[in-house]
């Protein structure tokens, strides 16, 4: 390989950068001593606002594509990309970053919500590119193999986390439709040519609309549509909300509308909107015409009714205020601040939120800031039956026992734009009544949608290439471990049944003599892996892109206490490397407690394991010791890391995020000054093992005493870089032995 070796790291958002800026610096310092590069990218949301605003921006603000290049990069055999987790905005998070750039003296013009004409028309086209989930499948050129290090299952197993209890007559439970769906409805194809694909509407009434000119398809490629009628949804969520009100229970609406960017926050919405039917009733033309928008939450009113003269606001609020009272009460997302599970659609998502709901004894936080048995409101059937039945279990077996608990790891199908990951542009709302079909290049429909008027069309598609590399990652994390893989598949779904039959010719190409492999329907698959993780047994999930990332929070939630423990690496297909830190999200909660008190609760164990593999993968591409001799320590040192629990705690004045980076560096330094592979790092390292363990408890005081009070970054999606490495790196003592390396 000709390429110079180096590890490219991502700059992200919220929790996750403000850890960059105390790791970053130690982890530059080591890798030099090496020989290795770790350069970084901004691909936080400001900086592909930016980025992709570029035109609009003088010069001198302007910002390179980083995302777009990381993407090529991900293409190639050289990538070795640490991936942390970033903000999958939501508009209303779209929006205050804009404010905030706006402030900053970017020029940038405001989100049009509604563009008025063709100019604004492509300034939301731009926009939207930054929306939602817009790192992610850029980057994930390869499948996804997540699971717990058999260490840090270990220490999980002794170091129990908390976990509520579990009675039978708990009234929380799983609600789902039970016909017009995604699921009712879906329709697959495999395709045996290569071209491009029309999606038109044709009207009842004759009239034909193109909703997307061309979709390119390979030969084998599987396509699929769904639809969700609206008018069977609103039914659906009008009969919940009614239910959750007889049964006494919180009502809560579990969703994706951040990976999901254009079908779940019209879900979100029609939930927004029939909560709040009376308010949107009495008030339409007033609301319309300052356009509060119901996909947005019930948040975007309060922000929007700020406009107008004080009496009205307040009539409103009144108004509200009363509503609460006819209608179930609503889960919280933070009932001091009166922040409600439809306020914004970015805060509760389902992937974190029903994990977090199961572990909490199946109960969500009410408006009186007690826990309370809920109606978890998951309208598609694809995959609500998961949560029901790992409910049931409970109920019927109370809380799984983290400390003998077995493990489910996950192989996920998620490369090139795999599955929903590829669906943004390819869903759309139906224009009318009428059907949206499918058409091949010669005039062909292969599938066709009866739809009316509001329902959400949705087309996904998942080239073969990755389903045979998803098929071959299987057996191999079969082989190395020698758990059962089963595959999560539901044959009365068209797109799982043409999956099977894929399945089914790939394992032929594998030796899978002595494997136990499986292929169960999801809820099958639940009960299957649940029965084997309470006999202390583990099974591997093989599974499509959705459920991939709702089990890499749900078992390590469970087991770990947080999936923010995971090893989450992705092999890309083109032989390059791409290592995510843990499978969980940015943790905005964990800015609010470092601003109010600084206090850094993130708990960077996923960086560590995923720079360990990053090193380790580069030390086997180029062929350079001194670089797994650095992943080996690495190792090493996270294994100390764990035994001696130095992960942050909750609480202010004691170790935070800021001190665990310290010992990581302590015990890492040690391994290093401890090795006799590379002497050339022994010596290097043994300096700075002797300086960090002599000062270390001058270390860590000045690194918890300086917590209590609040912290100003200069700015939440554009944090003042001075302002925060000042914050992230207080202690004097730490850095000159840093700097002395
Ligand atoms: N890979 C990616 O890029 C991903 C990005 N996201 C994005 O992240 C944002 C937040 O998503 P959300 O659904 O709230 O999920 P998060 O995973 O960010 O947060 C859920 C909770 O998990 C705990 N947690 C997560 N990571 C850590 C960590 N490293 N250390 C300690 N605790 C942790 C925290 O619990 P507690 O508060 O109890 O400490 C946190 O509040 C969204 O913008 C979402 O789109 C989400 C998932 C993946
Ligand atoms: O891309 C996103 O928005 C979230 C991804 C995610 O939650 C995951 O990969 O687990
Ligand atoms: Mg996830």
Redesign the pocket.
């Known amino acids: 390989m000709s390429e110079t070796p180096k590890i490219i790291y991502t700059l992200t958002d919220e929790a996750p950068a403000l850890a960059t800026y105390s790791l970053l610096p130690i982890v530059q310092a080591f890798a030099e001593k090496a020989g290795v590069e770790v350069e970084t990218r901004d691909i936080s949301l400001a900086g592909r606002i930016i980025a992709t605003m570029s035109d609009y921006l003088p010069e001198k603000l302007r910002q390179s594509d980083a995302l777009a290049e990381l993407g090529e990069l991900a293409e190639t055999a050289e990538a070795n990309i640490v991936k942390l987790?970033?903000i999958?905005a939501s508009i209303p998070q779209l929006a205050a970053a804009i404010k905030e750039l706006q402030v900053k003296g970017y020029p940038l013009p405001d989100y049009p919500e509604e563009p008025a004409d063709a100019e604004q028309e492509k300034i939301k086209a731009l926009y939207d590119k930054v929306k939602?989930?817009a790192?992610?499948?850029v980057l994930r050129e390869g499948n996804?193999d997540r699971r717990a290090a058999a260490s840090v299952k270990a220490y999980a197993k002794k170091n129990s986390h908390r976990m509520g209890k579990w009675t039978p007559d708990s009234k929380s439970h799983v609600a789902h439709m039970s016909h017009g769906d995604f699921y009712g409805s879906e329709q697959s194809h495999v395709c045996d040519f290569k071209g491009n694909v029309v999606i038109k509407y044709v009207g009842d009434d004759g009239v034909v609309k193109v909703l997307r000119k061309k979709t390119p398809v390979l030969v084998g490629e599987v396509i699929d549509t769904a639809v969700m009628n609206r008018q069977a949804l609103r039914a659906f969520l009008a009969g919940q909300i009614e239910e959750a009100k007889q049964e006494d229970i919180l009502l809560s609406l579990h969703l994706?509308a951040?990976?999901m960017k254009v079908s779940d926050p019209i879900m979100f919405g029609h939930m927004v909107h029939e909560y709040y039917q009376p308010i949107f009733d009495k008030y339409e033309t007033l609301l319309e015409n300052l356009g509060v928008d119901p996909n947005n939450g019930i948040g975007d009113l309060y922000n929007k009714i700020k406009d107008l003269r004080p009496h009205q606001q307040e009539a409103i609020r009144a108004d509200v205020e009363a509503l609460y009272k006819i209608r179930p009460e609503l889960a919280m997302v933070n009932s001091d601040k009166g922040i409600t599970n439809l306020h914004v659609p970015s805060d509760i998502?389902v992937?974190?939120s029903m994990p977090a709901m199961i572990r909490d004894s199946g109960k969500m936080w009410g408006p009186d800031g007690q826990l309370h048995d809920t109606k978890a409101v998951i309208p598609d059937r694809c995959y609500a039956g998961v949560y029901q039945a790992v409910i049931e279990d409970c109920k019927e077996n109370g809380a799984f026992d983290p400390s003998t608990m077995g493990s489910v790891s996950n192989v996920g199908l998620?490369a090139k734009k795999a599955e929903e990951y590829g669906s943004h542009n390819k869903t759309f709302l139906a224009p009318g009544r009428g059907r949206i079909m499918v058409v091949d290049p010669k005039g062909q429909i292969l599938m066709e949608q009866e739809v009316e008027e509001g329902d959400i069309f949705r087309m996904c598609k998942v080239k073969d290439a990755p389903i045979r590399d998803w098929v071959k990652l299987a057996v191999n994390r079969a082989r190395a471990s020698g758990s059962p893989a089963v595959f999560w598949l539901d044959e009365k779904r068209a797109h799982d049944a043409n999956l099977i039959a894929k399945v089914n010719k790939y394992l032929e190409e594998h030796d899978t003599d002595g494997l136990e492999l499986h292929i169960m329907s999801p809820v099958d698959a639940t009960k299957f892996s649940l029965e084997r993780i309470r006999r202390g047994q583990d099974t591997i999930s093989v599974t499509g892109n959705v459920l991939?990332?709702y089990l890499?929070?749900l078992y390590p939630i469970l087991e770990l206490g947080t999936?923010a423990k995971m090893l989450s690496i992705v092999p890309l297909m083109n032989g390059g490397g791409l290592f995510?830190t843990g499978?969980?999200?940015s943790a905005p909660k964990h800015v609010q407690q470092f601003v109010e008190e600084g206090h850094l609760r993130w708990d960077s164990l996923g960086e560590f394991l995923a720079l360990s593999e990053s090193f380790s993968h580069l030390a086997h591409a180029f062929d350079i010791k001194k670089a797994q001799v650095l992943a080996d320590t690495l190792d090493k040192a996270n294994g100390v890391f764990l035994d001696e629990n130095k992960s942050p705690s909750r609480k202010v004045n004691e170790l935070d995020n800021r001190g665990s980076h310290f010992y990581l560096c302590l015990y890492w330094a040690q391994a290093l000054a401890e090795q006799t592979e590379d002497a050339e790092l022994q010596a290097a390292f043994a300096p700075l093992a002797k300086s960090l363990s002599e000062n270390e408890a001058a270390i860590v005081a000045e690194l918890n005493d300086i917590q209590g009070t609040e912290i100003d970054l200069g700015g939440y999606y554009r944090m003042d870089d001075e302002k925060t490495s000042k914050a992230m790196r207080p202690s004097e003592l730490f850095n000159a032995a840093l700097e002395a390396l």
């Open positions: 987790p970033n999958s939602g989930s790192v992610n499948p996804s994706k951040t990976m998502i992937d974190a998620m991939r990332d890499t929070d999936s995510e499978a969980g999200g």
